[in-house]
């Protein structure tokens, strides 16, 4: 997920240390210029060295024998404001693209850091940000969870064959009602594109579930919805986009309504190449 935020940096002409403590002013982009927001660091011991990397985004504290503390600026005021009554509408996430990564039979190790290297969507949204934003990238692992509701006008034969299924592949760690890892991914890839609808996504934003993507194990397990869930609440920040309002938490549902979308979206497997 790529998203983008104020930029932040640190007033280096500004700043004091009294014995362990760092006090200073971290610079925040707002409505054209900056503004303050005051901090400290306490240290395990004294200070002996304050220093400043990445046109003034990273701070790097020395002690006597402790490693050198390095931190951004964005990241320690993440921190502060979350321990703080102060307003943290300053860290929300506008949400400009979302991708997955997940390996393939050619390249089974593929992560998410392979996925970014010449990323030409995420150069083109570093190459068109504004001087007063900052881009950020975030990276989501999901766990899939499942809950089965029973219709009481079902046969008990049935409820008991489909009890003893379940059973059994709890026992044998078998895939009963289990959706693939690449197909958790390319649902929750499908769903949250369609819920915030970043500005730099083109498919999924207004058509999901999509022919051009893969859902039919969730078809032939029988799936009656799938809700995907995220919650930022102890992370410090929010998300948002044009779309999505601003929220710690935003939950997603999609229903899959019959077996005649099944057959529809995958009619075209069966199409002359």
């Known amino acids: 997920m790529v998203g983008k935020r104020p930029l932040m940096m640190f007033d280096t002409s500004s700043y004091e240390t009294s014995g362990s403590i760092f006090k200073g002013n971290i610079r925040i982009a707002h409505e054209g210029t900056f503004k303050n927001v005051s901090i400290q660091i306490p240290m395990d011991e004294m200070i002996v060295k304050v220093s400043f990397e990445m046109n003034d985004q990273y701070i790097i504290i020395e002690t006597l024998t402790q490693p050198a503390f390095k931190a951004h600026a964005a990241l320690l005021l993440q921190t502060f404001l979350a321990q703080s009554e102060m307003d943290s509408s300053i860290m929300d996430l506008q949400v400009l693209y979302i991708g997955r990564a997940f390996g393939s039979k050619e390249t089974p190790t593929r992560n998410v850091f392979d996925r970014l290297q010449q990323h030409e969507t995420v150069q083109k949204i570093y190459s068109e940000r504004s001087w007063d934003t ?8 999901f766990s899939p969870n499942s809950i089965a509701f029973f219709d009481p006008n079902e046969s008990n034969d049935d409820l008991r ?8 592949s709890k026992k044998n760690n078998t895939s009963f009602l289990r959706i693939s ?20 996504n083109d498919k999924f934003k207004n058509n999901f579930p999509s022919s051009d993507h893969e859902y039919k194990e969730c078809y032939e397990l029988g799936l009656d919805y799938v809700m995907v869930e995220l919650d930022t609440s102890g992370l410090g920040f929010r998300l948002w986009s044009e779309e999505a309002e601003v929220n710690n938490e935003h939950i997603i549902k999609y229903t899959f309504d019959s077996k005649q979308d099944f057959e529809n979206m995958f009619s075209y497997i069966d199409q002359p190449k």
Do not use: C, R
């Open 134 to 141: 900052d881009v950020w990238l975030t990276a989501w692992k």
């Open 181 to 200: 890892d690449k197909q958790n991914i390319a649902v929750a890839e499908a769903a949250l594109i369609n819920y915030f609808k970043p500005i730099y």
């Open 161 to 168: 064959s489909y009890i003893h299924d379940l059973v059994e």
